[in-house]
């Protein structure tokens, strides 16, 4: 259980951690989040180790597993997974009683453990021995007499539990040893000369003490690099090794340095007898840096073996960090210390500093209490990565939570702004905090484009950072600020897009002008400028946004006078109409209407033809014509009818009217009576072949016929008026004026009416006029001999009382012997007549005498059965059915209408009453016989087998579909 003291000291950790001194960050105020993070980055814990039997002299742990040696010659062992199993075990009856414990050395996975003692008497000779994790008996390492070790250089790769694999033994007079102990093997630890070989000699004859010992593979290769530190230097090794049964032969390594100086290292002055190396190993397990206990510091670096870009170190970024000053501690220089990733932890005799290594500030500081007597070492379990602090009477554990959390704080004191948002881990405000400072940093430093850019990603007040660049007239600056801003921007900040849409707009129209006032619209800078002008406006939010502020941004850049980018802008909104207007606006005709051309749009057509029409006839019709039917004829007649009426106008408009009537058969009545009005006007051919193409038909002419003839009338186009008043059927109108145009006109009119005695008339008029007027005998007999209908006796008044008749005896003559021809014919019919009407009498006489007999054999023709049973039927072709049966038989062949009328006069025959049929009516019949002769008049008017019906069913099977299956059934 916890002490009352003990419980005390934890709680009063928090007030012992110095704070983070820095200059004061401050953010907008739109992020609102916790800063700084409460929980204490370095917290000790106290274990509960009651059973120790003496006071600790020497700690380690590895991968969990603790050993501590104490004053009174035991080892205590404790797997730290099972802390109820601690196990004491008594090393000093293995020794000398004159040996003198100078260090225990723990390899990384806790399986091997040596002690090192050192001689208390001057003749005395230091001892070395070992003990595997799973015995309880320590073994007596035989090395080369007078060799003290001071120091163990664990194979990291190694994995057995009962061998160590090749290591490096560092001694107190500068020997490096290599050497292999198995457990298993009882000739290691007795025949020792055999497997311990002295591979190098630092300081080369000099004493000088190994305090550290580092040594790892270079990657996957057989290459290794060596670290050996000393009191006062760091030496660094690399190169290649033999490999034997997957272990390394480390003495390769030292053959290239035995013959040169000793160069490759790093001294640094120091008074301190002692001094200790520390690795920090990534998650990979991987050295990443290093840490060098001096008199003056803390040497650090990076490793970097891999790159070899300096051939004389292994490592960059070397730097000495300085110990804290200003403590009550006596001593300045740390007793031990750990590595982390970004701290040290300093182990003094009565407390624990913790230092960033970025920094090089005091960030935690943690006094011990004398209750608990003064720290032995500090330790760091590499394999678990847990801390563990070790006084005489205690072990204490330190939790390290989040030790990266103020490492953007630093960097961004350095200025290395990247890795101080690296460190952040997504934290906006932090975030927002370094992108505030660098913004600020680089505004001050003049890259004002960079610092926009910075700025955008940051809530720092937007009219702070507008008036900023403003103040110092960096308007590129600005719009580098306000595009990025934008783009950070949400869809529902609509008012705030929409002002920085027009800001940016007046931005970039201003500085356009300004170059073309200058006579700058040729240079590289123009174009630039309006490139980015141009993608500006292609930017889904600017596009969006200008739906509801296009007509603000149309005026402003007409204001500017920027007609080129406003049909570019038009364009880009599909902001058709004004696209086109806009050409229109600058007289660039032909491309507004390849404009309409592409678009596709038909109201855009009827909106601006009449101004295209009015400037441009040729092309517009061109383009009207190849937008076929997709246009309205109808729609575009405002456009034509507005055009000047010359020439040109009037041949291109007759060139499209013509085009639709030809290719899409229009007959909408306006456009024919346009096209009319302009053939009239302009082109009497065209208007002749027209009336010829529409025919004289009325009701199939697309045009007004009256209008046509109203228009032709005040155009005094006679012969057009002659074919319009014959078309309204104004024939005598029409021959009349024929006759003032020729007479063959005349002639061609008199022969289209479908009446001969209308067509009599014409002629007869057409005969008047010019007999009348020429009394020419030649020509009247050319008319008798053009129209049959006219007589010599027709024309015979029209004749003045001077022609004798004389002059006319052989039309006389021949119209006598025509009607004589005449007579003759109608006496041969009617004698054909009489004598046909003679033979049909007779035909009747005979059949009143006529009889058919029928036997009692005879059979009906359709059911086999006796005829004499039934009502029956007999026709003269011999054929009988009886009445039933045929009725069956030709009801399915009878038309719908005569169907329905035999249905009704069975049901009446079935429905009325005796009395009802036995009226008598007014035919002098009862109402029961003329049903029945009205029935045989449907059923028997022709034989079924010899009449009609059976011609017209030739083509049909003799079995149906519906009976073919039945018919094969009855044939097996």
Known sequence: MTSIFDQYEQASQGSQRPKHVTEPMVSSGYINMQLEDNTPMFAKKKMMLNNLSDLITHAAVSNDYLVLAMANGNLFRLDLKRP??????????????????????????????LMAFSPRVKDGNPELIYLNQKSLKFKQVNKPKNVEVTEVGWNWENRSETSTGPILLGTSQGHLLESELDAESEKMFIASHQYWREIFHIGKGTDMPITGIQFHRVNNTNKYFIFITTPTRLYQFIGDTLMKDDKPSLQTIFHPYLTIPETGYQEIPSNLKYSKLQFFFDK??????????????????????????????????????????????????????????????????????????????????????????????????????????????????????????????????????DLAKEYCYNNPAYI?????????????????????????????????????????????????????????????????????????????LSKLGLLRRTGKQDTEEYHQLQSNFEVFLLHPKVCKCMQHVKSVVYDLMASHGDKQNLIKLTIINEDYENVVAQYIYKKSYLEAIETLKTLKKPELFYQFAPVL????????????????????????????????????????????????????????????????????????????????????????????????????????????????????????????????????????????????????????????????????????????????????????????????????????????????????????????????????????????????????????????????????????????FHSDCLTAETLPILKPARRNKLTDLQRQLSVLSNIELSTITSNGLPLREILRNEIDDIVASECIFCGEYMINCIDKPFISDEDWDRVMKEWE
């Not at 590129?476 to 949400?490: E, G, I, M």
């Not at 346009?674 to 199939?700: M, P, S, W």
């Open 84 to 113: 109820d199993c601690g196990e004491e075990i008594q090393y000093s009856k293995f020794v000398q009683p004159n040996s003198k414990l100078t260090g225990i050395f723990l390899d990384p996975l806790g399986h091997h453990l």
């Open 432 to 508: 927002d905090i370094i992108n505030v400072k660098q913004a600020e940093l680089l505004f001050t430093k003049g890259e004002y484009e960079k610092s926009a850019e910075i700025f955008a990603e940051t809530q720092k007040s937007f009219e702070t950072i507008c008036l900023k660049f403003l103040e110092v007239d960096e308007t590129n600056a600005l719009k580098v600020y306000l595009s990025n801003r934008l783009d950070t921007l949400k869809e529902d900040d609509k008012t705030l897009i929409s002002m920085l849409v027009i800001w940016m707009t007046e931005l970039y």
């Open 613 to 880: 029409m009015e400037e441009c006839p040729k092309h517009t019709v061109t383009t009207l014509i190849s937008q076929g039917s997709s246009l309205s004829a109808s729609k575009l007649l405002p456009a034509f009818l507005s055009c000047r009426n010359d020439e040109a106008h009037v041949t291109e408009i007759i060139r499209y009217l013509e085009f639709i009537l030809q290719h899409y058969n229009v007959k909408d009545k306006a456009i024919h009576n346009y096209l009319l009005t302009l053939y009239a006007e302009h082109d009497h051919d065209a208007l002749t072949r027209y009336l010829a193409r529409q025919g004289q038909n009325v009701v199939y002419v697309n045009y007004d016929v009256h209008y046509a003839l109203r228009l032709c009338r005040e155009k005094n186009l006679s012969e057009a008026c002659v074919k319009l008043s014959a078309l309204l059927g104004l024939w005598d109108s029409a021959v009349e004026l024929a006759l003032q145009v020729n007479i063959g006109l005349a002639k061609s009119i008199a022969a289209m009416p479908e009446s001969e005695e209308l067509q009599r008339q014409l002629w007869l008029n057409i005969a008047e006029s010019v007999i009348t007027k020429n009394q020419d005998m030649k020509e009247a007999m050319s008319f008798l001999e053009e129209c049959q209908l006219i007589k010599i006796e027709d024309i015979l008044p029209f004749f003045s009382d001077v022609v004798t008749i004389d002059h006319f005896r052989q039309p006389i003559c021949q119209s006598l012997q025509e009607n004589n021809n005449e007579i003759n014919k109608m006496k041969a019919e009617m004698e054909e007549a009489m004598a046909s009407a003679e033979y049909v009498r007779a035909e009747i006489q005979s059949f009143r005498n006529r009889s058919v007999s029928v036997l009692v054999s005879d059979v009906c023709c359709l059911c086999d059965i006796a005829l004499l049973l039934r009502p029956f039927y007999l026709f003269p072709c011999g054929h009988k």
């Open 284 to 417: 990979n397990e991987a050295p990443k840096t290093f840490a060098w206990l001096t008199e003056p510091g803390i040497f650090y670096g990076q490793l970097d073996p891999s790159s070899q870009q300096n051939s004389n170190s292994l490592f960059t970024q070397g730097a000495l960090i300085s110990y804290p000053t200003g403590g009550e501690e006596k001593e300045n220089a740390p007793l031990s210390f750990v590595l982390t990733e970004f701290h040290v932890l300093l182990m003094y005799s009565d407390r624990v500093k913790v230092v960033s290594l970025l920094s090089q500030e005091l960030v935690f500081e943690d006094k011990y209490s004398e209750a608990h007597g003064k720290l032995k070492n500090i330790v760091r379990d590499t394999k678990k990565r847990t801390i563990w602090a070790i006084t005489d009477k205690s072990v204490f554990r330190y939790k390290v939570v989040r030790e990266e959390r103020n490492l953007w704080i630093i960097y961004s004191d350095k200025e290395q702004f």
